[in-house]
T-cell receptor, first 116, second 114 residues
């Protein structure tokens, strides 16, 4: 596709379950970012990949959160033992540049996670 | 640290002008503006890299005052399509001198009425 694709669009999980959220960035984009967006708030940075290398994971809220991009294209954000406070929209963004601060980010529509 | 946006919400009539402000407590490398409609992906509007430099998009322009660590987004003769939530994202400097990731404000909800 032409844009950033995320799946699933909606996910309901019971507390304690593991979830995996997928991001398919724009082909050829070097940089990939994951953000968490709570209701009524701006996106909060979680982690950043440059190709397959995870260069910044300072925003991951706990060790239950794990992200990978093994071949430098598709990325997966995994949340283990989900908690209610994990409920949010998880946005993925990609960019042809090497950093978020110098160029346009192309966002996907997000995966809305609800933890019951 | 998260930039502060003001106002939190604004309602205006089609054709009216609006200003959205964004301020940071840290020295900034760049300021970025995005618009997000309900249930949709944030869409890029512009980046400002130098103090005082304005870069426009349609009838939307912005300014960046490096000294005051502030940016303002100007929406002129607003259209119904301008409705949405506007986020500023700021990139501040790390101690190493390189710029860090974007930190987004909590947004300004803009509603344009016919």
């Amino acid at each position: 596709g032409a844009g950033v694709s995320q799946s699933p669009r909606y996910k309901v999980a019971k507390r304690g379950q593991d979830v995996a959220l997928r991001c398919d960035p724009i082909s050829g984009h070097v940089s990939l970012f994951w953000y968490q967006q709570a209701l009524g708030q701006g996106p909060e940075f979680l982690t950043y990949f440059q190709n397959e290398a995870q260069l910044d994971k300072s925003g991951l809220p706990s060790d239950r959160f794990f992200a990978e991009r093994p071949e430098g294209s598709v990325s997966t954000l995994k949340i283990q033992r989900t908690q209610q406070e994990d409920s949010a929209v998880y946005l993925c963004a990609s960019s042809p540049g090497l950093a978020a601060n110098t160029g346009e980010l192309f966002f996907g529509e997000g995966s809305r996670l609800t933890v019951l | 640290q998260q930039p502060v946006q003001s106002p939190q919400a604004v309602i205006l009539r089609e054709g009216e002008d609006a200003v959205i402000n964004c301020s940071s407590s840290k020295a900034l490398y760049s300021v970025h503006w995005y618009r997000q409609k309900h249930g949709e992906a944030p869409v890029f509007l512009m980046i400002l890299l130098k103090g005082g430099e304005q870069k426009g998009h349609e009838k939307i322009s912005a300014s960046f005052n490096e000294k005051k660590q502030q940016s303002s987004l100007y929406l002129t003769a607003s259209q119904l399509s301008y409705s949405g939530t506007y986020f500023c994202g700021t990139a501040s400097f790390l101690s190493s001198g390189s710029a860090r990731q974007l930190t987004f404000g909590s947004g300004t909800q803009l509603t344009v009425l016919p």
